[in-house]
């Protein structure tokens, strides 16, 4: 038994320093250091400016029209469960309630004494001025509650308009990929203009604003975190205004906190519409593969299981989602919840189809053949550029350990340094390879294995040189 045991450790401390590196004190400089950046000439435009020279392909843009069509629908009032000012027409119906009161009341003590015997019609006056009392104490009453509720839930100063534009809050603390969501959301491509920062720290210090490329009166606003000092938990509803939304997401990348949960009583007491959502779960479903040999659907029950046990989650207005894969998981049916608008023009597109699910893949759609599946989103009218495999794979951001940015759109590749050097490169393909400045190489192989663990591996040509090594940043 010792034997056995003393065999199966040597025999993994062989596979271990198989795959080791030694580390010096001193080590010799590599040559393979950076040297996938030494030939390129940085004298390119910045990200932005680069985004701007592309040629855009020609589409219609039904997300938007959508958007415009539900916002016409809601109409020009803000929403419903918004605590609102008393309008001059209101004041002016009290005032004139009033005076109709007190001229009844006069007019009944006048005639009462010279009805006499006609205890009818005075019963019936009676019932009349009854009838106007309570209806001047319910006016009076209604308009305390409103003024009430303006005192102690007032419009935040940054949120001026409510009436006229579709509000949706994003609230959740940091590190949850709130930003990440909100460009998924607004089907925005990385760093394209009104692209919101993504970082791994608290990147929303104060509320900011985004709304949809080409419908601005729909717009998302990306919320701090609650239970700081700047921003504390007992009066977060107050402060950040969130009955004068017309939805509120709550977002988390674990568990919902207590100072969740506390929220989400709150908008449920004051009618507020809201959706939870789970981000980053194909993360879990990477890591519950590697650790438990668990497969996907496994995973996202139990994911689902704890919120719903655990934090009394309604599956209803749950969403697992990941801002990685927006056409997977609950991404598709989030967008049609938030904007039943989406729904309805499908349904007007083609009255057949069963539910509406932007750029919903067959998996995330639930039915067996892609032919059976409602069109995307995106795929009514696009004329989109035919891409490979591999390059369709590429597109997105990456970065590397030597701090450097890569946007690839299409076949181009942009470059950005720490330093603020930018340049572009072309991707060139040949036998089933992407090519890399003709010395690195990847193959659809290396692809699927970057979309599970998020790290992208250039092969060299030259063994010599090391592997070049792009980790996906979104």
Known sequence: MPSELIN?????????????????????????????????????????????????????????????????????????????????????????????????????????????????????????????????EAEEAEQRRLKDARENYPQPDWLEEVDDYMNVAVVGNSGVGKSLLINKLRKLRPHAEGWAPVGVNETTMRPQMYPFPNQHSVRLWDLPGAGTTAVPAATYLQDMGLRYFDRVIVVTAGRFTEMEVALRAELESHCVPYYLVRTK????????????????????????????????????????????????????????????????????????????????????????????????????????IALSVIIAGLQGRWGDSYSASYLVQNSSCHVTLSTGSNAVVILSQQDGVVWWCSRWYINEEALLKARRNRELRWTPVNLQDKPLVWYWCD
């Not at 938007?64 to 109409?75: Q, Y």
């Not at 609950?330 to 189809?353: E, T």
Request: negative net charge; contains cysteine.
């Open 8 to 136: 199966a450790l040597f025999k993994r401390r062989s596979e271990v320093e198989s795959a080791a590196q030694t580390w010096e004190s001193a080590p010799t400089e590599s040559l393979a250091d950076a040297s996938h950046l030494a030939s390129l000439s940085f004298d390119a435009p910045s990200v932005q400016d680069w985004l701007k020279t592309l040629e855009t392909t020609p589409e219609e843009d039904l997300l938007a029209e959508a958007l415009t069509e539900g916002l016409a629908e809601r109409g020009k009032s803000g929403p419903a469960h918004a605590p609102r000012a008393i309008k001059p027409e209101e004041s002016a119906h009290l005032k004139k309630l009033v005076a109709e009161l007190g001229a009844l009341q006069a007019e009944f003590t006048k005639e009462r004494d010279t009805l006499g015997v006609a205890r009818e019609e005075v019963e019936r006056r009676e019932a009349d001025l009854q009838k106007r009392e309570a209806e001047l």
């Open 281 to 384: 779960v194909d993360q879990d479903i990477w890591n519950n593969r590697e650790d438990n040999f668990a497969d996907q659907p496994k995973t996202l029950q139990i994911i689902r299981e704890d919120l719903e046990q655990k934090h009394s989650v309604k599956s209803h207005c749950l969403y697992l989602v990941s801002s990685r894969d927006p056409e997977e998981f609950d991404m598709p049916r989030l967008m049609a919840d938030l904007f039943p608008c989406l729904r309805k023009q499908l349904q007007q597109l083609d009255p057949l189809a069963p539910s509406f699910c932007p750029a919903g893949s067959p998996q995330a759609l639930g039915v067996v053949t892609a032919a059976a599946a409602p069109p995307a989103w995106h795929d009514s009218w696009a004329l989109p």
